[in-house]
């Protein structure tokens, strides 16, 4: 297929390359400079401006920041056209940004309105899971849309689940990423709360991660050095997922709560750690470097007058 894709990042590169090795045909588009030069250095053929690279497309992919980015991007500017206007009618838009439920459908609507086919497709693993193709992808969309899409999305994922219509694809987004969020806050205190009682990091990760406290925040992202070499915690806390697309996230999922009414205190509490957490300057961490702010909390509780 000729595949366009639009957001070259640090999710969007790697994704793109794989795309290409599977035999491809990909063009690349960025809006910044430097993340064309990576992805011409990495061996992409990369264009200059969004239109000319879904001119030819049969898939146009996008991977941005921001449900606003995205539904800008298919309207246009005004300075030129938007990619719903300057693709060829008909073809196929997968977006895998992670953005509002209510954004999605919108994106959905206006490819409708001008004669393509959409899904949205965000996806969970990081920029491991997207250099090595380990990606899980969640869709949302016409179930012929989506088969449509299956197979690019296999090349780049280990794992496509579709959700149910447009905007379903996001709405499982969102609750998986609350889950995740709670449950990186809760192993970051269980092992400073081992560190406080003497347990060593290896002895409570030998222990939950085959007893009843396992999850992926402990036996994939596990938030200390050690048990786990690949997790970030091993590289200073390189992201990864970086703290602020997590507390992006937890913005969504709060505007979520909000619309629907749902008791979520855990789900809410999260976001108000993980606030804290990107103003105290972790945004560029990764979100597995709460442990630093739990520590930190910790110190100050101990530190208070009885």
Known sequence: MNIAFLGLGHMGLPMARNLAAAGHVVLGFDVAAPAREAARAAG????DDAAGAVAD???VLTMFATGGQVIDAYRGSGVGPGLLEAAPTGILFVDCSTIAVDEAR?????????GHRSVDAPVSGGVVGAENASLA??????AADVEAARPLLE??????????GPGLGQAAKVCNNMILAASQIVVAEAFVLAERLGLSHQALFDVASHASGQCWALTTNCPVPGPVPTSPAN???A?????ALMDKDLGLAEKAVELTGVDARMGMLARAVYREFVDGGGG???FSGIIDSVRAQSDDVRSRPA
């Open 57 to 59: 497309a049969d898939v």
């Open 239 to 243: 992201p990864g997922f970086a703290g």
């Open 137 to 142: 992808f969640m869709v949302g969309g016409a």
């Open 44 to 47: 992409l053929d990369v264009v």
């Open 284 to 286: 560029t961490r990764d």
């Open 155 to 164: 090349t780049m994922g280990a794992r496509v689940v579709h959700c149910g």
């Open 235 to 237: 590289r200073d806390f």
């Open 106 to 114: 919108t994106a959905h609507a206006l490819a409708e309105a001008a």
